[in-house]
Structures are given as structure tokens and as C-alpha cells.
């Protein structure tokens, strides 16, 4: 497996288990505030998944580097930037849909404390699709 | 329509080059070794410009080194 592949699937199990984690934090803390308590109750499990996300992509991105130290080296090729692109615009169509929905239901009295969830999911989902976009595009071709 | 596809016949040619390795085809042409496996794979269609690249490192025209299947 190429470095650049063994990078996307390790940034691909970060961003979900970092979210895995912040879900699990934001459930615990809707069972005992509800879905309209204070938005500043988000920040802790916010800060916690990015400081969480940013080890685990460090660990992973340190663990491909070793397995190909020479290939970590090498600049991203057309393909890689090709694949990159690809999964960008993937990322990027997620954003758009997810945005207009979110937009749409805050019509309908979404809280302060929905919208903010709402929006690092629909962030923390385009990340999953690009990085998942990019892995299977490493493994499959496209 | 029936789906077109892009074969190459880069894997005969390195042999004919002296077993000329992947990561050697790669470096002259400037891309990954992992990139020529895929190419020649059918897995990833080069740009036009890395397609002229390969066909000018075998000394051949284009149209020897991919073809162009419906």
C-alpha cells in the first residue's frame, strides 16, 4: 500500500473516531440537558475531538511515514492531485446539500445548540467523504 | 454505446528496456511508482502529457503504447 493511501485511511479512522467521540460526549450531555441547552455546552467535546483528531492524525501520519520513509518525501504526483481533486469536489457537493438542508430546517426553530451540532456534523462528514473518497480512489483506480 | 478503455502495453515495453523497473519509468517520467502501477494496471488513465512522456522514454509513438479499446 502506497504511503498517500495508507495516510487517507489513517486520516479516514481519525475523523471517525474522533466523531465517534464527540457523539458520544454530545449524547451524554442531551440526556441531561436536552437538545436546548446552552451552545457553550458543545465547546468541551468540540475542543476534545479536535485535540483527540489532531494526536490520532499525527500518530497515523507518523506510522505511514515510517512504514515508506522514502515515499513521505516524495511531492504528490498527477495522481495524487488528481484523487485529491476528485475527493474535494465529493466534500465539497456534501457541504452544499448539507448546508441547504440545515438552512432549510432552521426555518422550522432548529436551537443555537442543534445548529452548531449540526454544522460539525455536516463538516465532520465532508471530511469523512473526502478522506473515504480518496482511500477507495487509491485502492480501486478510478 | 459500448464503454471504451485505455490498455497500454507499458509492462512489454519495460522488459524490452532491460527490465527497466517501475520506479525507474516513474522517475524519468516524474511520477510515483505506485502511478505506473496504476497506469499500467488500467486503473488510472494518464494525462496527456505523462502519456507522451512514457511513449518518449520507449522511443515509440503514442499509439504503441496505448491503445484506445471500444
Not at chain 1, 487517507?8 to 449524547?27: K, P
Not at chain 1, 445548540?113 to 478510478?142: K, N, P, S, T
Request: hydrophobic share 50%.
Amino acid at each position: 500500500m502506497a504511503f498517500r493511501e495508507k495516510l487517507a485511511w489513517a486520516l479516514l479512522a481519525t475523523a471517525i473516531g474522533g466523531f465517534a467521540v464527540y457523539c458520544y460526549v454530545v449524547d451524554a450531555i442531551v440526556g441531561e440537558i436536552g437538545w436546548r441547552g446552552p451552545v457553550w455546552s458543545l465547546v468541551p467535546p468540540l475542543i476534545g475531538m479536535c485535540v483527540l483528531a489532531t494526536i490520532l492524525a499525527i500518530i497515523g501520519s507518523i506510522a505511514a511515514a515510517l512504514s515508506a520513509p522514502k515515499e513521505s518525501y516524495a511531492p504528490a504526483d498527477e495522481r495524487d492531485r488528481t484523487i485529491a481533486a476528485r475527493a474535494s469536489t465529493r466534500a465539497y457537493g456534501v457541504i452544499t446539500i448539507g448546508l441547504g438542508a440545515i438552512i432549510t430546517v432552521t426555518f422550522a426553530g432548529l436551537s443555537q445548540f442543534q445548529l452548531v451540532h449540526a454544522l460539525v456534523c455536516l463538516l465532520v462528514c465532508a471530511e469523512i467523504v473526502r478522506y473515504a473518497g480518496e482511500a477507495i480512489a487509491y485502492r480501486r483506480g478510478f | 454505446m459500448a464503454e471504451a478503455r485505455l490498455s497500454n502495453q507499458i509492462r512489454t515495453l519495460r522488459f524490452l528496456a532491460g527490465e527497466m523497473t517501475q520506479a525507474e519509468l516513474g522517475e524519468a517520467i516524474g511520477v510515483t511508482r505506485q502511478t505506473i502501477a496504476a497506469i499500467e494496471q488500467g486503473k488510472y488513465s494518464p494525462s496527456l502529457e505523462a502519456a507522451f512522456r512514457i511513449a518518449q522514454v520507449f522511443g515509440k509513438p503514442l499509439e504503441e503504447v496505448f491503445q484506445w479499446e471500444c
